[in-house]
């Protein structure tokens, strides 16, 4: 028979993995994931509650890596890689210990994390690559986009439906860097409405639809420095493979936004923030279509009408958000 505090720490366990299911992404969610841990003592909600605060983009602390690291030897295969990955952000010189084997088994998944072993015979270079490069991939997109800015311009083309109404092209092509997201719109039909040129590719971690069929000089993939997170990198490594560069939005720039909308932000947002981080100035002049339009009841995406909002997102606080950035010119 359970006892009271099992019980307690298995309602908040569900408390805390329903709000994060539906994007309440705040103290709430945290609270509510620590007392599961506190009340059951389970080894796997202590790990789900570090999982919880990096959500909010809170790496570990020192006192949370080495809980981890003393209960790693008694969990199962699943957490015990995302324990690994979640210690190895911050602190990897607590992991000297742990099997070479299971490493490099973190390794093979979490790109972030060649670097902890010798060696990973059976990894792949792609996946070496977006571990190894990603400081100076970072600095050399920063200098691009500083770059695009001070010449023909730099422009965010989101998949919002009313795009279909417009004629985009020719101002969306001109400019020196052209970003888009995920299932974008790339056939002819399309093309008068939003243009053609692709030089950043925005992919979602759980985007499982074709790449593009040009070779985007960039591809950032959306979410918490996703090479600490994301396992399946599929879909891009053949990308990477014909010249490429993989970028992971910077953690502290994830944390920026969900600060502010409590809730996980839409690629869209993201992206604009981390470019407006970048830039650092109001004179620097960011062009948008098609972000920040979403409005309930119609069609909501420009390819595949097929597609609904993610009700995760914060549509109304990111919709205020975009309307405060002076640096924004909307082109629709």
Not at 240 to 254: A, C, D, Y
């Amino acid at each position: 028979m359970y006892g009271l505090n099992t019980l307690r720490g298995l309602g908040l366990s569900l408390r805390a993995r329903r709000y994060r299911s539906i994007g309440r992404y705040n103290r709430d969610m945290l609270a509510a994931a620590f007392g599961a841990w506190k009340f059951s003592s389970s080894r796997e909600n202590l790990v789900r509650w570090a999982l919880m605060r990096r959500d909010l983009g809170w790496p570990v602390s020192q006192r949370i890596a080495k809980r981890l690291v003393d209960i790693l030897p008694k969990l199962g295969y699943r957490y015990s890689l995302q324990l690994i990955s979640l210690v190895a952000e911050k602190y990897p010189q607590y992991l000297e210990g742990v099997s070479k084997v299971l490493l490099k088994k973190a390794a093979s998944r979490f790109p972030a994390l060649y670097g902890l072993v010798d060696s990973c015979e059976n990894s792949h270079h792609a996946l070496r690559l977006i571990g190894r490069m990603q400081n100076e991939w970072r600095l050399a997109f920063s200098d691009a986009v500083y770059a695009a800015v001070s010449k023909a311009g730099l422009s965010v083309v989101g998949n919002a439906s009313e795009l279909r109404t417009t004629q985009l092209e020719a101002q969306i092509d001109m400019c020196d860097l052209v970003v888009r997201f995920n299932h974008y719109g790339r056939g002819v039909e399309l093309q008068a409405c939003v243009g053609s040129k692709t030089d950043v590719w925005v992919m979602s971690p759980a985007y499982r639809g074709p790449p593009p069929t040009c070779v985007p000089k960039w591809v950032v993939v959306s979410g918490p420095a996703m090479e600490y997170k994301l396992q399946d990198w599929g879909v891009i490594q053949s990308l990477i493979e014909q010249g490429s560069k993989v970028l992971t939005v910077p953690l502290n720039i994830w944390a920026g936004c969900v600060q502010q909308l409590e809730a996980p932000p839409s690629a869209g947002v993201l992206i604009l923030y981390w470019l407006k981080s970048i830039l650092k100035s109001n004179q620097q002049i960011i062009f948008v279509a098609g972000v920040g339009m979403h409005s309930k009841g119609g069609v909501y995406h420009l390819v595949d009408k097929r597609y609904s909002a993610v009700s995760r997102h914060n549509w109304v606080a990111e919709s205020a958000w975009l309307e405060q950035w002076s640096e924004l010119r909307r082109l629709d």
